[in-house]
Nanobody
Framework: QVQLMESGGGLVQPGGSLRLSCAAS????????MGWYRQAPGKERELVAA???????DYADSVKGRFTISGDNAKNTVYLQMNSLKFEDTAVYYC?????????????WGQGTQVTVSS
């Protein structure tokens, strides 16, 4: 089981920046995909950004050009750099890891970190 711990959330003004971190309990090189999801009040959880083991990335249209996902294998950590933040980016952000154990595909979630964009 992969355990994930997010950090870096907080309160920021519109146009500001934050960097979220997700520390994994084992090498992210061995994890198939790591992603950041978010859930705003009254809304479903949605994918924000994902990075594959080959460093391929994918972004939601709403964050393209503003958010960047990256990984540091040496620190077992995935980051989400968020720039030009908007009110609508306010949500709880969750880290997710998808990995294989034997023949099973498994998924782990972090506890979430709150991001609030407000003036």
């Amino acid at each position: 089981q992969v355990q994930l711990m997010e950090s870096g959330g907080g309160l920021v003004q519109p146009g500001g920046s934050l960097r979220l971190s997700c520390a994994a309990s084992r090498s992210i090189f061995s994890i198939n995909t790591m992603g950041w999801y978010r859930q705003a009040p009254g809304k479903e959880r949605e994918l924000v950004a994902a990075i594959g083991s080959g460093s391929s990335t994918d972004y939601a249209d709403s964050v393209k050009g503003r958010f960047t996902i990256s990984g540091d294998n040496a620190k077992n950590t995935v980051y989400l750099q968020m720039n030009s933040l908007k009110f609508e980016d306010t949500a709880v952000y969750y880290c997710n890891a998808v990995y294989i154990v034997g023949l099973d595909r498994r998924s782990s979630w972090g506890q979430g970190t709150q991001v609030t964009v407000s003036s």
